[in-house]
């Protein structure tokens, strides 16, 4: 089994800064893409970024020039920088990872961290 836990979520004033982390544990042998999305209320879950484990990016369009996405593959961990943070960021967001775990490749997900942007 794959465990992904994120941190670093909190509430902070439009135009602020907010770093996430999420770090991968258990029986994995490796990972592929790593994923960040993110929830606001009564919407449905929404890709925010993505790295590949050669460190290819992409972002959504709401999103570019504002976050940035990173891993560090020693750690099994995969981060989101965001910048000049807007009311509309705040959400739930979640990380998630292509895992392989015995022979088994499968998504893993985070159990979310709450970002909050006061306007």
């Known amino acids: 089994q794959a465990q992904l836990v994120e941190s670093g979520g909190g509430l902070v004033q439009a135009g602020g800064s907010l770093r996430l982390s999420c770090a991968a544990s258990?029986?994995?042998?490796?990972?592929?893409?790593m994923y960040w999305y993110r929830q606001a209320p009564g919407n449905g879950r929404e890709w925010v970024a993505s790295?590949?484990?050669?460190?290819?990016?992409m972002y959504a369009d709401s999103v570019k020039g504002r976050f940035a996405i990173s891993r560090d593959n020693s750690k099994n961990a995969v981060y989101l920088q965001m910048n000049s943070l807007k009311p509309e960021d705040t959400a739930v967001y979640y990380c998630?990872?292509?895992?392989?775990?015995?022979?088994?490749?499968?998504?893993?997900w985070g159990q979310g961290t709450q970002v909050t942007v006061s306007s």
């Open positions: 998630a990872a292509d895992t392989r775990v015995s022979f088994t490749w499968r998504t893993a």
């Open positions: 790295i590949t484990s050669g460190g290819s990016t």
């Open positions: 258990g029986s994995i042998s490796s990972i592929n893409n």
